[in-house]
């Protein structure tokens, strides 16, 4: 079946501009993860989904930052007035959170945005 | 918090060899560990997850890890290199509950010499 799928794959921006970047989760997952991974900084947790529940955004590292998810599906993850230190590979994930057991994220192949 | 260690940030062994990637968490709760492989330009894939079960743990492409709570540490280990195990392998680490997200170490490059 279909993975995790996320566009654009490559983004090139210059400085002060917004980007969106958007994450189509596996058909039934529940839940949705955004990570970055960034030179300096490694592998870092952003934002999560679940269901209609309010999102945790304790990773969003300022207030440039900010995601949605429509009808529990596909999420955006929006940079206003890009910098270049949020040059990075944005990672999407997805997972179907039953409760009780731990459940496998999923992750798409990540846009990789890079600020001029 | 949980946290997770990375020793060596690259490690190069030779095809046929022992592979040993090392890893130490800290997490005030039972955690769940895992072992990600990313390929060039590739997102990333579940190597192998350990989640309270039995503590050692066999994932794909032969490779498998030990949960050691005395040490806090779960290394990942293959008995012999191929040069297409040739990837970053990141350790992370998360617990039941909440929004169950990972913690990722530094990760750790390996390279396979022929």
């Known amino acids: 079946g279909a993975g995790v799928s996320q566009s654009p794959s490559n983004k090139v921006t210059e400085k002060g501009k917004d980007v969106e970047l958007r994450c189509d989760p596996i058909?039934?997952?529940?839940?949705l993860y955004w990570y970055r991974q960034s030179l300096g900084q490694g592998l870092e947790f952003l934002i999560y989904?679940?269901?209609?529940?309010?999102?945790?955004k304790s990773g969003l590292p300022s207030d440039r930052f900010s995601a949605e998810r429509t009808g529990g599906s596909v999420s955006t993850l929006t940079i206003q007035r890009t910098q270049q230190e949020d040059s990075a590979v944005y990672l999407c994930?997805?997972?179907?959170?039953?409760?009780?057991?731990?459940?496998?994220?999923?992750f798409g192949p990540g846009t990789r945005l890079t600020v001029l | 918090a949980q946290s997770v260690t990375q020793l060596g940030s690259h490690v190069s062994v030779s095809e046929g060899a022992l592979v040993l990637l090392r890893c130490n968490y800290s997490?005030?709760?039972?955690?769940?560990l895992f072992w990600y492989v990313q390929y060039p330009n590739q997102g990333l894939q579940l190597l192998l997850k350990?989640?309270?079960?039995?503590?050692l743990v066999k994932g794909i492409n032969g490779f498998e890890a030990e949960f050691k709570k005395s040490e806090t540490s779960f290394h990942l280990t293959k008995p012999s290199a191929h040069m297409s195990d040739a990837a970053e392998y990141f350790c992370?680490?998360?617990?039941?509950?909440?929004?169950?997200?990972?913690?990722f170490g530094k990760g750790t490059k390996l390279t396979v010499n022929p």
């Open positions: 994930a997805s997972s179907l959170r039953l409760a009780g057991a731990y459940n496998e994220q999923f």
């Open positions: 058909s039934g997952h529940t839940a």
């Open positions: 989904f679940q269901g209609n529940s309010a999102p945790d």
């Open positions: 997490s005030s709760v039972p955690p769940y």
């Open positions: 350990y989640t309270s079960a039995a503590t």
């Open positions: 992370a680490v998360s617990t039941l509950g909440g929004s169950e997200k990972l913690v």
